[in-house]
Protein backbone atom coordinates (compact mmCIF):
# COMPACT_ATOMS: atom_id res chain seq x y z
CA UNK A 1 0.00 0.00 0.00
CA UNK A 2 2.73 2.23 0.84
CA UNK A 3 4.19 2.34 -2.60
CA UNK A 4 0.68 2.96 -4.50
CA UNK A 5 0.93 6.17 -2.24
CA UNK A 6 4.29 6.95 -2.94
CA UNK A 7 3.53 6.34 -6.72
CA UNK A 8 0.37 8.36 -6.29
CA UNK A 9 2.37 10.80 -4.45
CA UNK A 10 4.61 11.26 -7.41
CA UNK A 11 2.28 11.12 -10.17
CA UNK A 12 0.34 14.07 -7.99
CA UNK A 13 3.70 16.44 -8.24
CA UNK A 14 4.37 15.77 -11.43
CA UNK A 15 0.97 16.86 -12.77
CA UNK A 16 1.39 20.04 -10.58
CA UNK A 17 4.42 20.52 -11.96
CA UNK A 18 2.99 20.30 -15.66
CA UNK A 19 0.03 22.66 -14.55
CA UNK A 20 2.43 25.16 -13.30
CA UNK A 21 4.88 25.11 -16.26
CA UNK A 22 1.22 25.34 -18.86
CA UNK A 23 0.19 28.47 -16.90
CA UNK A 24 3.80 29.96 -17.44
CA UNK A 25 4.00 29.03 -21.00
CA UNK A 26 0.47 30.79 -21.47
CA UNK A 27 1.34 33.99 -19.54
CA UNK A 28 4.58 34.31 -21.53
CA UNK A 29 2.70 33.65 -24.52
CA UNK A 30 0.00 36.14 -23.36
CA UNK A 31 2.96 38.95 -22.65
CA UNK A 32 5.08 38.35 -26.19
CA UNK A 33 1.65 38.14 -28.26
CA UNK A 34 0.33 41.66 -26.67
CA UNK A 35 4.22 43.63 -26.57
CA UNK A 36 5.46 42.24 -29.07
CA UNK A 37 2.91 41.67 -31.50
CA UNK A 38 0.29 44.11 -30.87
CA UNK A 39 -2.05 40.73 -31.13
CA UNK A 40 -2.97 39.50 -27.64
CA UNK A 41 -3.96 35.95 -27.96
CA UNK A 42 -7.71 35.75 -26.53
CA UNK A 43 -7.24 31.88 -25.04
CA UNK A 44 -4.39 32.58 -22.68
CA UNK A 45 -5.99 34.61 -20.37
CA UNK A 46 -8.85 32.34 -19.88
CA UNK A 47 -6.34 29.46 -19.81
CA UNK A 48 -4.42 30.66 -17.21
CA UNK A 49 -6.97 31.75 -15.41
CA UNK A 50 -8.23 27.83 -15.41
CA UNK A 51 -4.97 26.50 -14.37
CA UNK A 52 -4.58 28.71 -11.34
CA UNK A 53 -7.62 27.43 -10.22
CA UNK A 54 -6.74 24.28 -10.55
CA UNK A 55 -3.45 24.63 -9.46
CA UNK A 56 -4.45 26.01 -6.36
CA UNK A 57 -7.04 23.67 -5.56
CA UNK A 58 -4.62 20.62 -6.14
CA UNK A 59 -1.68 22.12 -4.30
CA UNK A 60 -4.01 22.60 -1.25
CA UNK A 61 -4.93 18.80 -1.53
CA UNK A 62 -1.43 18.12 -1.66
CA UNK A 63 0.09 20.24 0.86
CA UNK A 64 -2.52 18.90 3.39
CA UNK A 65 -1.69 15.22 2.31
CA UNK A 66 2.12 16.24 3.07
CA UNK A 67 1.13 17.86 6.36
CA UNK A 68 2.61 21.46 5.22
CA UNK A 69 0.73 24.68 6.11
CA UNK A 70 -0.73 26.61 3.41
CA UNK A 71 0.79 29.93 3.49
CA UNK A 72 -1.31 32.80 0.65
Known amino acids: MQALTQWLDRGFRVLLVGLMAGMV ?5 QVISRYA ?3 P ?5 E ?3 F ?5 GLLG ?3 AYR ?6 V
Open 37 to 39: LND
Open 60 to 62: ACY
Open 51 to 55: LLMWI
Open 25 to 29: TAVCW
Open 47 to 49: MAR
Open 66 to 71: EGQHLG
Open 41 to 45: AAWTE
